[in-house]
């Protein structure tokens, strides 16, 4: 069984400060790890990726994300958020020892970039 | 770059009809997955196909079928809707479900 948790359904920041949306995961074996941003009434918009190597990963749009085993975290950060940064971030898990390639998301969390 | 095409982007139905979305994979991405995200709601896993195989099944109601085809299409056909069908339907792919999955723009289906 794999899962996504999401600890906040909303996050604030003010523009040009740091933005940290929190993600947890569960996987029976090794994780490949995703963060997806949804604008309004559009589809998901793939942003990053982990699945081996450097646990700091880079994605587009100044994002990035650092994948921590011991915690089973994979945190999405920007160091300094813009207003267009404003939408709905889903993180999501797929299990690589799974013969099914489908992924689980989480509910999602609401970023707001105040000016 | 060309994306998932997904069609028609809305659809309005009245309960009891039927449904067929369809959805374009990315040229060369050879699996297909569909996901129903209800209003406020996390998108939830619906069906998938590989090589024109189903590959995966999730939470698809049994009045919703769908196939993929030789050209690597898929479609999915919804039958004797209800009210709680309406929602955005997505449809992504990715080549052998190693890449990530590309997202299309969604139709959004309103039973009424």
């Known amino acids: 069984a794999q899962s996504v948790a999401q600890p906040e359904d909303q996050v604030n920041v003010a523009e040009g400060n740091p933005l940290t949306v929190k993600c947890t995961y569960s996987?029976?074996?090794?994780?490949?790890l995703f963060w997806y941003v949804q604008y309004p009434n559009r589809g998901l918009q793939f942003l990053l990726k982990?699945?081996?190597?450097?646990?700091l990963v880079k994605g587009s749009y100044g994002f990035e994300a650092e994948f921590n085993k011991s915690q089973t975290s994979f945190h999405l950060k920007k160091p300094s958020a813009l207003v267009s940064d404003s939408a709905l971030y889903f993180c999501?898990?797929?299990?690589?020892?799974?013969?099914?390639?489908?992924?689980?998301f989480g509910a999602g969390t609401t970023v707001t970039v105040r000016a | 770059a060309a994306g998932v095409i997904q069609s028609p982007r809305h659809l309005i139905k009245e309960k009891r009809e039927t449904a067929t979305l369809k959805c374009y994979p990315i040229?060369?991405?050879?699996?297909v997955y569909w996901y129903q995200q209800g209003p406020g709601q996390d998108p939830q896993f619906l069906i998938s196909?590989?090589?024109?195989?189903?590959?995966d099944k999730g939470s698809i109601p049994d009045r919703f079928s769908a196939q993929q085809f030789s050209d690597y299409h898929s479609e999915l056909n919804m039958s004797s809707l209800e009210l709680g069908d309406s929602a955005l339907y997505f449809c992504?792919?990715?080549?052998?479900?190693?890449?990530?999955?590309?997202f299309g723009q969604g139709t959004r289906l309103t039973v009424v």
């Open positions: 992504a792919s990715s080549l052998e479900g190693v890449t990530e999955a590309f």
């Open positions: 996987v029976s074996g090794n994780p490949y």
């Open positions: 982990y699945i081996t190597g450097d646990n």
């Open positions: 999501a898990v797929r299990d690589l020892s799974s013969n099914d390639y489908k992924l689980s």
């Open positions: 040229p060369r991405h050879d699996t």
């Open positions: 196909f590989y090589e024109k195989m189903q590959s």
